[in-house]
């Protein structure tokens, strides 16, 4: 399983012969567990933790925010490696991406059989899923009935979709935003979990199980957002003429603005 991992985290050298020796003894399952801020994607991925150590394995999660976390003292009560990776100023999405393989390596380094990453969503815009790893979407049902229409390519693209907090609303609400994650991704498999009584996780660790490992090259699910822009590379001032880039006016027109 695959867990986003933290800006801190550097492991020293190479230890991709490791993870591939793990794939081939059966192990190196992949999870990508991104979603909606507040939705409760860890207290979810605890319940799951704790269901597949009861199953017998061995999982390690890299947890990937922007600026602060305390989450990993949570996971560290579990008994099972954290790492945490800090995006600062870049986005947690880009930051999780580019530092995938440093997470392999990571939970090869702990001798993990599956390796979790919980993402901080930000955008939107953007999925953080590779194809071949399992692609979760946690999503708060008490943000609305058109909220799952919102969310994007983190939902779209996901394989399943894991329905939180569904105790605070009725029946029928749950029922309309089930609807309406089925009109955004068709094809995903929904589970209603609860983040304090562990509801649904063990339906969320027995799909984590039987996901096939992942062997060779991976690339996302959907394409990242345009282009770099000056605002991407710190610029502060606000006024048009001092932006390069591609760029997207109010009326839709987009153009490419520089040399």
């Not at 008490?142 to 983190?154: A, D, I, Q, Y």
Request: charged share 25%; with cysteine; hydrophobic share 40%.
């Amino acid at each position: 399983m695959v867990v986003e991992i933290a800006s801190e985290l550097r492991p020293e050298g190479s230890l991709q012969h490791r993870w591939q020796e793990r794939l081939q003894d059966g192990g190196g399952l992949r999870l990508v567990a991104a979603g909606t801020p507040g939705s409760g994607k860890t207290s979810v991925l605890m319940h799951a933790v704790k269901d597949l150590i009861r199953a017998g394995h061995h999982p390690a999660l890299v947890k990937i925010d922007c600026m602060w976390t305390e989450d990993d003292a949570r996971f560290k009560r579990l008994d099972v490696p954290v790492a945490v990776g800090l995006s600062r100023d870049m986005c947690p999405d880009h930051y999780a991406i580019y530092n995938f393989q440093e997470m392999m390596d990571w939970a090869a380094a702990q001798k993990a059989d599956i390796l979790l990453n919980e993402t901080a969503g930000l955008c939107l815009r953007c999925a953080p899923y590779p194809d071949k790893a399992l692609a979760i979407c946690v999503i708060d049902v008490t943000t609305g009935p058109n909220s799952p229409l919102k969310v994007g390519p983190l939902l779209t693209t996901a394989d399943a979709a894991v329905m939180t907090k569904g105790d605070l609303v009725s029946q029928a609400e749950r029922e309309v935003f089930r609807e309406r994650i089925i009109e955004a991704n068709p094809g995903c498999r929904i589970i209603e979990a609860n983040g304090l009584t562990g509801k649904g996780s063990a339906e969320l660790a027995e799909l984590i199980r039987s996901w096939p490992d992942v062997e060779g090259e991976m690339v996302l699910r959907h394409n990242p957002p345009l282009a770099i822009c000056t605002l991407c590379t710190g610029e502060l001032r606000v006024s048009k003429e001092h932006h390069r880039g591609v760029l997207r006016h109010l009326d839709g027109f987009m153009e490419y603005v520089g040399e």
